[in-house]
């Protein structure tokens, strides 16, 4: 079944954000225990400072915190023809460290619709700019849209029993009238100001360009997961879908039980990673597509096992491309996941 309004005529509906998002100093702790990430710049002010950072370092993945919050009013006001959104695809672009104390502006662009295998996936691109108006990072997000035909007439009943209260999740049921852009200003139609720190800051790298060549394998990384990692992830990261913490509704919608946050692991990946390099705002681009998942049982852990191989260098920029995997009881969960890292 289609969805009941024309999805692809919206492409290009963009606002930006009511508010700024206010990176702060206990969130990147509360965020980098969440994704088991204990490089010490996220910890401490001094281990930052000796990396050249005037503060703690937010990981990887953090800005998805900020992207939940903006990205609220499109998926509960303007793509409402969907019961269940999945998501597939995550892409980070970073052109600045993320530090404790940004005030952050997100411009929110539903950028891309396509159809596949009769589904319908929508990319929302999120751009993130500081208090002086310069890109820090952009974040593309894509997701199945999925109908009520394919999954159990009883998910929003359910859904609504167990759904953190001031999450509007009735819209899931309901097609929207085609809405009207709001006129606030998103980025420029000249193209936004990209920050050039990433690129041109010197990397404090534990391991050197000189030292990688292409095969080389990263140490490998095994992390297990409980219904407790989960909980804590959802309220860390406001992300409150029940498929990540309640049987009832990850049954209704075809999983074998709970699952973890697709978020959640490819944080698991970055900061396996950024462990490795020693130093966190080393990775200028990290691209995941999902796979499969990992199952989070109520009575065991799950398990997600990280390994890397250095793919490609670039002697020019002292740069490298890593591709990493992430397998769980046997099975791929990234299908494709590769991380851009410059070197000292």
């Known amino acids: 079944m289609e969805a009941t309004f024309d999805v692809a005529g919206l492409v290009g509906y963009s606002y930006r954000a009511d508010d700024y998002y206010e990176v702060g100093r206990e969130k990147i702790r ?3 225990r969440a994704v088991r990430d204990f490089h010490p710049a996220h910890w401490s002010e001094d281990a930052a400072g000796e990396l050249g950072y005037i503060g703690l370092v937010a990981p990887t993945t953090f800005i998805s915190t900020a992207a939940m919050l903006a990205n609220r009013k499109l998926f509960e006001t303007v793509i409402t023809g969907y019961d269940v959104l999945v998501q597939t695809d995550q892409v ?3 052109y600045k460290p993320v530090l404790a104390g940004d005030q952050l502006i997100s411009d929110v662009e539903l950028s891309a619709v396509r159809r596949v295998a009769g589904k319908d996936l929508l990319t929302v691109t999120n751009t993130f700019t500081d208090q002086t108006g310069a890109v820090v990072q952009i974040m593309h997000t894509t997701v199945i ?19 953190m209260q001031g999450i509007d999740m009735s819209s899931r049921t309901a097609a929207s009238a085609l809405p009207v852009q709001d006129g606030t200003d998103p980025v420029s139609e000249s193209g936004p ?24 394998e990263l140490p490998a990384r095994i992390v297990q997961l409980t219904r407790g990692d989960l909980v ?13 913490w309640h049987d009832e509704v990850a049954g209704l919608v ?3 039980d709970v699952i973890a946050h697709g978020m959640l692991t490819m944080g698991l990946g970055a900061g396996f990673v950024t462990g490795w390099l020693g130093d966190p705002g080393a990775i200028t681009w990290y691209g995941v597509r999902l796979s499969n998942y990992t199952v989070v049982e109520a009575a065991s852990a ?17 740069s490298a491309v890593v591709v990493i995997v992430a397998k769980s009881a046997g099975r791929k969960i990234f299908g494709l996941a590769t991380a851009d890292i410059r070197l000292a």
Request: no cysteine.
């Open 302 to 318: 799950g398990t997600v096992e990280f390994t890397g191989r250095i793919k490609s260098v670039n002697p020019e920029t002292r």
């Open 193 to 216: 100001r990209l920050s050039p720190i990433s690129r041109t800051r010197v990397p404090h790298t534990a391991i050197r360009f000189e030292d990688v060549t292409v095969g080389d």
């Open 232 to 244: 804590n992830y959802a309220g860390v990261s406001g992300d409150a879908n029940p498929i990540h």
């Open 254 to 256: 075809g999983l074998p």
């Open 30 to 32: 509360e965020y980098a």
């Open 92 to 94: 980070f672009e970073m």
């Open 145 to 163: 849209g999925i109908t009520g035909e394919e999954v159990d007439a009883g998910i929003s009943a359910a859904i609504e029993r167990v759904v």
